[in-house]
């Protein structure tokens, strides 16, 4: 007698379409939201670009390339505007959410410090809150920053247990929603993971950053389009490393098989004036003969010293950097020649 067939259950409706996972990113028009949405098009996603709808069109010249892709779609949304926010999510029900929308600039943040308080802490509560009330499977990535460790009294290299005393408004916001990640991952059980990522730096940095300042500048002087290049302190620290290198290790950090603190760093750490130095050399000039001081770009509080070591993420995930300081500042300064 022929076997009974077995009756298999009904199929549940696969929550990652067959063309790929769904991810939204805010920042997407920045640095490295540009190069998050670009790998992870290339792995098949459907990705869910934020921008913020403003009175004006916006900047999307990092992501023009991107418009077009089918897979790509731009949405409106906006931190500091919860209910959109939460009706993204609400719709979407992503697979991932990528949180890298931030008013970004240390600077900046002490001239307007609620509005960074705004939208990068309580802008990371109504995305958590959002996750949790309309989509709890989602997984949660917030970009956590190595200026959350500020000056915390210990020598370098920052790890993920060294203290973090912030000196910024911008690394008070982000220090408190690196605790709001871990409220929402311990108490409520999301997937909510985070890096704490150190300076990173590409062609497409944003031009009040000291490395896109400097390296456009370089260009501009060369091409004797401009005199002189003005900067503050030249002889604070940073660990620099590549963005798209560094993006690669969101994505891993994500795929990680539980949320986790990763820092990302190269481990290797250089003054402004070092960099300064390298890139004008690159072109053939002296720094000295064109790069003056001004105060009114002096900060406040100062971080003085960055260098991280991301022996964790290496060890876990296997991630490592490959390009080097000089690489970095030379390439800068070859993309600005090439594209003024
Ligand atoms: P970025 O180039 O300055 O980009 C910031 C992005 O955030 C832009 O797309 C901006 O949109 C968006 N944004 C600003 N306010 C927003 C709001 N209220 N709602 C939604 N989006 C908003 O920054 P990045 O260098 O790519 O950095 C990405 C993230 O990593 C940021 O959270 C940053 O704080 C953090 N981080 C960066 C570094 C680094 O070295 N790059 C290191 C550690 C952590 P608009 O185009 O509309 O302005
Ligand atoms: N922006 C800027 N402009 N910085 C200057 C200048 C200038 O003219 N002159 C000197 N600096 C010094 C700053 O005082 C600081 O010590 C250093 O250059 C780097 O400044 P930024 O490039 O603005 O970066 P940041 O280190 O303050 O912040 C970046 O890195 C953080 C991670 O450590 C940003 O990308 C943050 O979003 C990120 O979290």
């Known amino acids: 007698m022929a076997a009974a067939k077995k009756k298999t ?3 549940k409706p696969a929550r990652t379409t067959q063309k790929g996972k769904t991810a939204i990113i805010t920042g997407v028009t920045g640095q490295d939201g540009s190069y998050l949405a670009e790998l992870l098009l290339g792995k098949g996603y459907q990705v869910y670009g934020v ?3 403003v009175s004006s069109f916006g900047s999307t010249g990092r992501i023009d390339h991107l418009l077009d892709n089918p897979n790509f779609h731009k949405v ?6 919860g209910p ?6 609400a719709k979407v029900k992503p697979d991932e959410f990528y949180n890298l929308g931030a008013m970004s600039h240390v600077r900046v943040s002490f001239e307007v410090p609620r509005y960074t308080i705004a939208t990068n802490t309580l802008g990371v509560l109504t995305a958590l809150e959002a996750i949790r009330q309309h989509s709890p499977h989602t997984k949660f990535y917030q970009a956590s920053s190595s200026e959350m460790f500020g000056d915390p009294g210990v ?8 203290p973090m005393i912030p000196q910024s408004p911008y690394g008070v916001s982000k220090l408190a929603s690196y605790h709001l990640v871990q409220q929402y991952k311990n108490g409520y059980g999301l997937f ?7 300076n990173h730096e590409s062609p497409r940095r944003g031009e009040n ?19 002189k290049l003005e900067l ?9 490393g590549w963005s798209p290198e560094f993006v690669e290790a969101i994505y891993q950090i994500m795929q990680h098989d539980k949320p986790d603190t990763f820092v990302v760093a190269t481990g290797e750490t250089h003054t402004i004036r070092e960099f300064v130095e390298e890139a004008f050399k690159h072109v053939g000039l002296n720094w000295k003969d064109y790069v003056t001081f001004h105060e009114k770009l002096l900060r406040p509080n100062e971080v003085p010293k960055l260098l991280g070591d991301a022996t964790k993420i290496r060890k876990t995930l296997g991630w490592k950097p490959a390009k080097k300081f000089k690489d970095i500042v030379r390439e800068m300064v070859d993309h600005d020649l090439q594209n003024l």
């Open 9 to 11: 259950a009904p199929k």
């Open 51 to 53: 921008m913020r709808r």
């Open 76 to 81: 409106y949304a906006d931190l500091d505007d």
């Open 84 to 89: 959109s926010i939460d009706a993204l999510v």
């Open 155 to 162: 020598p370098v290299p920052f790890n993920e247990k060294t």
């Open 192 to 198: 909510a993971t985070t890096g704490i990522l150190f």
């Open 209 to 227: 950053f000291v490395t896109k300042k400097i390296s456009l500048a370089v260009a501009r002087i060369k091409k004797g389009l401009q005199d």
């Open 232 to 240: 503050g302190n030249l002889d604070a620290k940073r660990d620099w």
